[in-house]
């Protein structure tokens, strides 16, 4: 058979599969072999090495590893070979599956007479590749934090659960929310999280009573016992989707804040009703997307990983064991790396502030703008070999969660991405060379930032004002991160869609059975071992689902309505049709890879055409184009670490919906308090490094294209960008017929996330950003991964967790007690990275001749 280009006989042809009563999966049956085999001691041995891998690599607990021996006795290896064929199949261009394992179970299809073992040896490693594929996951990440069994009996939504994951959404989201707009920003996530969930939960177990009360025709039991791992998870999902800061928030600070739109009608009651229709909208496309991103055995999603190792080490018992020498528990070691950071960090974010921007290459010469340019960290493009010893900066690309080839491959884009701005600043391409090379500004013809008032009239656009004053003018960074922006969107649509047709259109016909039979699961459609198991729960049906974003819709609508907003309804119908259609490949990339796409540029575009000269409407369209995709991938990340975790799906459905009420209530109070209180919101000299990266950004942007128009722009300022949509599409599919040429060696090569890297200028953010990562990553991710299979797969997400927790936790210890009533610690250690024209970020390459450039006044249109 030719495994590259048939697919193998499924499963169903081969064999005779069935459910057990207790909804386990079922063992294989074939008509010439259907006994159990029996292992010797010499062999039982010899098999539990496998399971638990080489040094005790996997962490399964007894209960599991007899699972997996039951398993085992029962697979025949004609069932084996078809299992591995269609692994192959299915994995032979999917870059997070091991090469050395593909290589090996090829070899294994191929035939005993080409593997170098006696046949006892070759039997038994065939079957046992097959059953860790079938029973458990194909990938050594998942079954290093998940259990190939499940208790359908352990608790799960509890009373305590609710209290505790109730109390910490309430806390946790006003803290994200507060350092949303800090550069870089600081988040508790998850992982920080269930730190503080899990003696939350240890001490409801020990001051409530034992005891059950009656509410109406419900009872409750107070308190079930110990402490679960269920219930961890219940409250770190509502924590996970309460706790997030609200991406709405940023365009809700471009529409009030004095420094951009001004509207003084954007308060507590309209900021509430927006956020409330984006995330509960972002929550129903989530149950709808079900079938595509969270079932489908490929969507790996590397982010959630580190959330189920952290469960798993706080309420698992712990074998005593050796790793590479290392003894120290996980619990143990989550603690030391979370107390060292926690006190380290203080050095890079109060003590000595230039080890964090760690531009050491423009101190040699601080005014000579070209060193600046070149290797600066705040305003150039950041080409440092190493640039800062501040973990918030390493840790902004997540490198010991994502797969190196992600974080590889959008590493080569931020490169291509600097050499692109690199040759437009140098040559002035478009006059770039008279401004800034790397921030989001837009400015006039004399080099000075742009001034809206004098375009804008009454809140309608200009056209006299504009003929008289100036066109708009940006940097060569923000021109190539526009450029990069609408060709990955129309790279990303081609390739996702011609690469994981099958996928998609498995999906899409799931979806309409399920329109057809209601009352059907979807968990019947995939025979993976997490989806079978999930067959023991009630489904979410679809309607609830579509329910929740109807109702959410009318909200929307409600609210743009009572406003005064001036944008119609039927713009906004527009632009959430086209970003529906865009979060299906959007989706399978996050779940793949761990990089989110926003769909907010496209959005701008779109609003542009349909209502110009009309900046709020811009923004509002930006809204719903960007935060309902956005917040469905956040909402589907949850669904799947619930789907690993083998949750009841109401039972979380229930707690998100609780959780994002609160959320929205808090979040928008945490906002508002920020306006108010908050002196320099936004602006370049906020003490706390408030400055507000991408509202300044969603401003410039909508200044460009939402009043003054997508036709002066693209037509006459800069045509350049029109193409880029045709690049993308044409190099989607130039690189999808190579990769279906040249599989193997282009497994590792994605070109959505390139065009990802390459966008990364004009908002402040560059290499500086991403080379540490790239070591990190490099390190952790390649190196010791592969080295030290064991210690990897058993201290690294957690040595993650507790560094990022120390940061945390340490950012909010330093910020009210430092930073909120400044007390200055005024030294060169302080004032030495900001002291030249790279942090003073106002240096041009060229002078203007004559103080004004570009054609003559008056002759633009």
Not at 16 to 23: C, V
Not at 396 to 407: H, I, N, Q, S
Not at 434 to 460: A, H, Q
Request: aromatic share 16%.
């Amino acid at each position: 058979m030719d495994l590259k280009t048939e697919k193998p006989l499924g499963l169903v042809e081969v064999l005779d599969e069935s459910l057990s009563s207790d909804g386990d999966i079922g063992c294989e049956k074939h008509p010439e072999k259907t006994e159990t085999y029996v292992f010797t001691e010499e062999e039982r041995l010899k098999v539990e090495t496998l399971i638990r891998g080489v040094d005790d690599t996997v962490d399964l607990v007894d209960s599991d590893v007899e699972y997996m021996f039951e398993r085992l006795s029962t697979m025949t290896m004609e069932a084996a070979i078809a299992i591995l064929e269609e692994t192959i199949f299915d994995h032979k261009d999917d870059a997070n599956f091991p090469g050395d394992v593909l290589d090996r179970i090829t070899l294994l299809v191929s035939g005993e007479e080409n593997c170098d073992m006696d046949h006892e040896s070759y039997e038994l490693e065939t079957r046992f590749q097959a059953t860790q594929i079938k029973y458990h996951s194909p990938y050594p990440e998942v079954r290093a934090v998940c259990s190939p069994t499940d208790d359908v009996d352990m608790p799960c939504e509890s009373l305590r659960a609710y209290i505790v994951g109730i109390f910490w959404v309430s806390c946790a989201s006003f803290i994200n929310q507060f350092f949303a707009e800090r550069q870089p920003t600081i988040t508790l996530s998850a992982t920080v999280l269930q730190i503080l969930i899990y003696p939350s939960g240890e001490l409801l177990c020990r001051i409530l009573p034992h005891k059950t009360i009656k509410i109406f025709k419900w009872s409750v039991n107070l308190n079930t016992g110990p402490w679960t791992v269920k219930e961890q998870m219940f409250a770190t999902i509502m924590t996970n989707i309460g706790a997030g800061s609200s991406n709405f928030f940023h365009y809700g600070l471009v529409m009030r804040l004095p420094i951009f739109f001004n509207l003084e009608w954007v308060g507590y009651g309209f900021l509430f009703l927006l956020d409330v229709v984006t995330q509960f909208f972002g929550f129903g496309l989530a149950g709808m997307l079900r079938r595509y991103v969270i079932y489908p055995k490929k969507a790996m999603w590397p982010t959630v990983l580190p959330t189920l190792q952290l469960n798993k080490t706080l309420l698992s018992t712990e074998r005593k064991q050796i790793i590479n020498g290392w003894s120290i528990s996980k619990y143990k070691f989550f603690f030391l790396t979370f107390a060292a950071m926690f006190v380290y960090f203080f050095i890079p974010d109060y003590l000595m502030t230039s080890l964090a921007t760690f531009n050491w290459i423009t101190w040699i010469a601080p005014h000579n703008k070209k060193l600046a340019f070149i290797t600066g960290s705040k305003s150039g493009l950041g080409f440092n070999p190493w640039t800062t010893f501040d973990w918030s900066v390493i840790n902004y690309t997540t490198p010991l969660v994502l797969p190196f080839f992600v974080t590889a491959n959008r590493w080569f884009g931020v490169l291509i991405g600097g050499f692109l701005v690199l040759g437009m600043y140098w040559s002035n391409y478009k006059f770039t060379g008279y401004f800034p090379p790397n921030n989001s500004n837009l400015y006039d013809n004399t080099g000075v930032k742009y001034n809206l008032s004098r375009i804008v009239i009454d809140g309608e656009f200009s056209e006299e004002g504009y003929k008289s004053y100036s066109q708009p003018y940006v940097g060569a960074g923000y021109l190539s991160m526009l450029g990069a922006y609408y060709a990955m969107y129309t790279c990303a649509f081609v390739y996702i869609f011609m690469n994981e047709w099958r996928t998609v259109k498995d999906a899409f016909k799931g979806f309409i059975e399920s329109i057809k039979h209601p009352r059907s699961s979807a968990f019947a459609q995939f025979d993976d071992s997490f989806s079978v198991m999930m067959r023991n729960y009630k489904e979410v049906p679809d309607w609830w689902y579509l329910v929740t974003l109807v109702v959410a819709f009318c909200i929307g609508v409600a609210g743009i309505v009572g406003y005064p907003t001036g944008c119609p309804v039927w713009a906004i119908v527009v632009v959430i049709l086209v970003s529906v259609a865009l979060v299906i490949p959007t989706n399978v990339i996050f779940a793949t890879t761990g990089y989110l796409i926003p769909g907010d540029t496209l959005a701008v575009i779109i609003a542009a055409y349909m209502v110009p000269g009309n900046a709020i409407a811009s923004v509002l369209c930006r809204v719903f184009g960007y935060n309902t995709d956005e917040q469905a991938e956040t909402f589907i990340g949850d669904m799947k670490l619930a789907h690993y975790a083998k949750m009841p799906p109401r039972a979380v459905f229930r707690g998100q919906m609780i959780a994002t009420t609160l959320q929205c209530l808090i979040t928008t109070g945490a906002l508002t308090w920020l306006i108010d209180n908050t002196p320099d919101l936004c602006t370049s000299t906020q003490t706390a490094r408030l400055v507000c990266t991408f509202p300044n950004q969603v401003y410039s942007n909508t200044l460009l294209l939402g009043i003054v128009g997508p036709r002066r722009t693209y037509d006459v300022l800069y045509p350049i960008l029109k193409w880029a949509f045709l690049m993308g599409g044409l190099f989607a599919v130039a690189f999808w017929a190579l990769r279906k040429k040249f599989t193997r060696q282009l497994k590792y090569i994605h070109p959505v996330i390139i065009f990802a890297g390459i966008n990364r200028f004009g908002a402040s953010y560059n290499l500086s950003y991403y080379t540490p990562g790239l070591y990190a990553s490099l390190i952790f991710q390649y190196y010791i991964r592969r080295r030290y299979t064991a210690w990897w797969t058993k201290y690294n997400y957690i040595l993650s967790s507790g560094f990022t927790a120390g940061v945390a936790f340490s950012a909010i210890l330093i910020f009210f007690a430092l930073q909120y009533h400044p007390k200055t610690l005024k030294w060169w250690g302080n004032t030495v990275s900001s002291a030249g024209v790279d942090g003073a970020g106002t240096y041009a390459l060229y002078e203007i001749p004559g103080g004004r450039f570009g054609p003559p006044e008056g002759s633009w249109s």
